[in-house]
């Protein structure tokens, strides 16, 4: 989903307008307009991705991404990314500062804060943790490499097997494992991949380095299911005047936040996700609401299924890795050569599934990443800016001596 067109107009639109305000009170026609804008952009850019994620979708080529999807993600990140500048157009935009600081923004505005602050912890999370499916990419390729050899013999498969159980360890230990264990579990696991490879030390302690990064980016009592069900606990809706006013995009902005880190942590593997909520509580009688309720319908239902099995997510490749990785390694198990023509026609079916998955995830998963931390850094800047603003708001409203 490409950055929409109307984009740039509209915030231009909204600065524009502003200027020539010199009394904010008189404006509220022009906010309602704003935030009439803001709701819809919102609601088409959900709806977008809601049809892609609908199984009767009759869309011709290219067809619309699969829901939680590398693409998918790209896409639900751009939207997410479109919401947030509108939205920070809207709050402080050509704005008298004095009126945030006034009730109910005075509390309002420091609870989207905070929960900026805990999204900011789960991109971390999420961009460590794309970094280890980038290692399960690669330990992908080698299998695809090892089974794509003619002729194929024993030792060719005996290699995809080691790289395929390794993933297959690695997708059941995530899930079900705190960051402490993790640690040493990744260093278990490079130093067996570098058979792999080269087996220099430098080699090997540069990845061993590496994954204990990983590890030790967030405390090892840090939870993603936690930390998404204290973003969601304090949203309240706006009543009476003010759904007309700046509290409605406040709550409409922080239901985004919550629901596009809820969809990532659902999708990537991340820490401590047991528990993730599968409902959250979005009004479905407002337009902007009905597609992330639907999405949520659908990802919460897959999420249930796939709690109770244990698993490394719900992002598409990611679960296509995991079926066609067991099926080879079943088949290694009990290979038998050479292979009469049928069960060779069936590797090789398998094997082209899975090297089709290593190129969605060889082109998507750096920029997944690279994304993931833009989002990080426009976070920390929009929450800098309306800083700044609140702080120029608590300077004017400081009595002036004579």
Same mark, same amino acid.
């Given at each position: 989903?490409?950055?929409?067109?109307? /984009?740039?107009?509209? =915030?231009?639109?909204?600065?524009?307008?502003?200027?020539?305000?010199?009394?904010?009170?008189?404006?509220?026609?022009?906010?309602?307009?704003?935030?009439?804008?803001? /709701?819809?952009?919102?609601?088409?850019?959900?709806?977008?991705?809601?049809?892609?994620?609908?199984?009767?979708?009759?869309?011709?080529?290219?067809?619309?991404?699969?829901? =939680?999807?590398?693409?998918?993600?790209?896409?639900?990140?751009?939207?997410? =990314?479109?919401?947030?500048? &509108?939205?920070?157009?809207? !709050?402080?935009?050509?704005?008298?500062?004095?009126? !945030?600081?006034?009730?109910?923004?005075?509390?309002?505005?420091?609870?989207?804060?905070?929960?900026?602050?805990?999204?900011?912890?789960?991109?971390?999370?999420?961009?460590?943790?794309? &970094? +280890?499916?980038?290692?399960?990419?690669? !330990?992908? $390729?080698?299998?695809?490499?090892?089974?794509?050899?003619?002729?194929?013999? &024993?030792?060719?498969?005996?290699?995809?097997?080691?790289?395929?159980?390794?993933?297959?360890?690695? #997708?059941?230990?995530?899930?079900?494992?705190?960051?402490?264990?993790?640690?040493?579990?990744?260093?278990?696991?490079?130093?067996?991949?570098?058979?792999?490879?080269?087996?220099?030390?430098?080699?090997?302690?540069?990845?061993?380095?590496?994954?204990?990064?990983?590890?030790?980016?967030?405390?090892?009592?840090?939870?993603?299911?936690?930390?998404?069900?204290?973003?969601?606990?304090?949203?309240?809706?706006?009543?009476?005047?003010?759904?007309?006013? !700046?509290?409605?995009?406040?709550?409409?902005?922080?239901?985004?936040?919550?629901?596009? #880190?809820?969809?990532?942590?659902?999708?990537?593997?991340?820490?401590?996700?047991?528990?993730?909520?599968?409902?959250?509580?979005?009004?479905? $009688? =407002?337009?902007?609401?009905?597609?992330?309720?639907?999405?949520?319908?659908?990802?919460?239902?897959?999420?249930?299924?796939?709690?109770?099995?244990?698993?490394?997510?719900?992002? &598409?490749?990611?679960?296509?890795?995991?079926?066609?990785? $067991?099926?080879?390694?079943?088949?290694?198990?009990?290979?038998?050569?050479? #292979?009469?023509?049928?069960?060779?026609?069936?590797?090789?079916?398998?094997?082209?599934?899975?090297?089709?998955?290593?190129?969605?995830?060889?082109?998507? +998963?750096?920029?997944?990443?690279?994304?993931?931390?833009?989002?990080?850094?426009?976070?920390?800047?929009?929450?800098?800016?309306?800083?700044?603003?609140?702080? /120029?708001?608590?300077?004017?409203?400081?009595?002036?001596?004579?």
């Amino acid at each position: 989903m490409p950055t929409t067109d109307n /984009q740039g107009s509209f =915030l231009n639109l909204i600065s524009i307008r502003r200027n020539q305000v010199t009394n904010i009170e008189p404006a509220h026609d022009q906010d309602q307009e704003d935030l009439d804008l803001f /709701q819809k952009h919102a609601a088409t850019r959900f709806s977008d991705l809601l049809s892609s994620a609908s199984e009767d979708t009759d869309a011709q080529p290219p067809p619309p991404p699969p829901l =939680l999807s590398v693409s998918w993600l790209r896409n639900l990140l751009d939207a997410f =990314l479109c919401c947030e500048a &509108e939205f920070k157009a809207i !709050l402080i935009s050509g704005r008298d500062p004095a009126l !945030l600081s006034k009730p109910p923004l005075d509390r309002l505005i420091p609870d989207l804060l905070d929960r900026s602050v805990k999204a900011l912890d789960i991109c971390n999370a999420l961009s460590h943790g794309v &970094e +280890l499916l980038r290692h399960w990419h690669k !330990l992908a $390729q080698i299998a695809v490499t090892s089974l794509k050899q003619t002729p194929l013999g &024993e030792g060719q498969v005996r290699r995809a097997r080691k790289a395929l159980a390794t993933i297959l360890t690695s #997708m059941a230990f995530d899930d079900k494992e705190h960051t402490a264990t993790n640690s040493s579990f990744h260093g278990r696991l490079v130093e067996r991949t570098c058979s792999f490879g080269r087996r220099g030390n430098s080699n090997k302690d540069r990845y061993v380095s590496h994954f204990r990064s990983l590890s030790w980016s967030v405390a090892k009592s840090w939870s993603a299911a936690k930390q998404i069900h204290v973003m969601s606990a304090n949203i309240v809706a706006p009543r009476g005047a003010e759904t007309t006013a !700046l509290p409605m995009p406040i709550f409409i902005m922080s239901n985004i936040l919550v629901f596009v #880190m809820w969809a990532l942590v659902a999708a990537i593997p991340c820490q401590e996700r047991a528990g993730l909520a599968t409902h959250l509580p979005f009004p479905k $009688q =407002l337009n902007w609401a009905q597609p992330m309720s639907g999405l949520v319908e659908k990802i919460g239902e897959d999420w249930k299924k796939k709690e109770k099995k244990g698993s490394a997510g719900l992002l &598409e490749e990611v679960q296509r890795l995991e079926r066609v990785a $067991q099926w080879l390694v079943d088949l290694a198990d009990s290979f038998m050569f050479p #292979m009469d023509d049928d069960k060779a026609a069936e590797v090789a079916a398998q094997v082209a599934e899975l090297a089709e998955i290593c190129e969605k995830m060889e082109e998507g +998963l750096l920029p997944l990443q690279q994304q993931i931390r833009e989002v990080f850094h426009k976070m920390v800047r929009s929450r800098a800016e309306v800083l700044d603003v609140l702080d /120029q708001a608590g300077k004017s409203s400081i009595p002036v001596p004579y």
